[in-house]
Nanobody, 115 residues
Framework: QVQIVESGGGLVQSGGSLRLSCAASGIIFRLYGMGWYRQAPGKQRELVASISSGGILNYAGSVKGRFTISRDNAKNTVYLQMNSLKSEDTAVYYC?????????WGQGTQVTVSA
């Protein structure tokens, strides 16, 4: 059974930092591209950052230079370090695992940035 579980969300002041974690089980983690997405109220879900199985990184322009995605294949975990947080980063953050035609999502973790 595949499980994708996010953690690390919470309430933080503007300018602060948070580190999200996403633990995957039931998949051959090293084969999967991993991504962090977010969805704010009334908006569509958008890609925040992704890391391929080979370590290629991709970031949304709005977070480039502030967020860092990384993965630890030994721990089947992907991380999102978020620095210099802004109120517009407030959203539910979702972890995604994808490989060929297999696509899995976590349940999401809330990040709220207060002004």
């Amino acid at each position: 059974q595949v499980q994708i579980v996010e953690s690390g969300g919470g309430l933080v002041q503007s300018g602060g930092s948070l580190r999200l974690s996403c633990a995957a089980s039931g998949i051959i983690f090293r084969l999967y591209g991993m991504g962090w997405y977010r969805q704010a109220p009334g908006k569509q879900r958008e890609l925040v950052a992704s890391i391929s199985s080979g370590g290629i990184l991709n970031y949304a322009g709005s977070v480039k230079g502030r967020f860092t995605i990384s993965r630890d294949n030994a721990k089947n975990t992907v991380y999102l370090q978020m620095n210099s947080l802004k109120s517009e980063d407030t959203a539910v953050y979702y972890c995604n695992a994808n490989y060929v035609n297999q696509n899995y999502w976590g349940q999401g973790t809330q990040v709220t940035v207060s002004a």
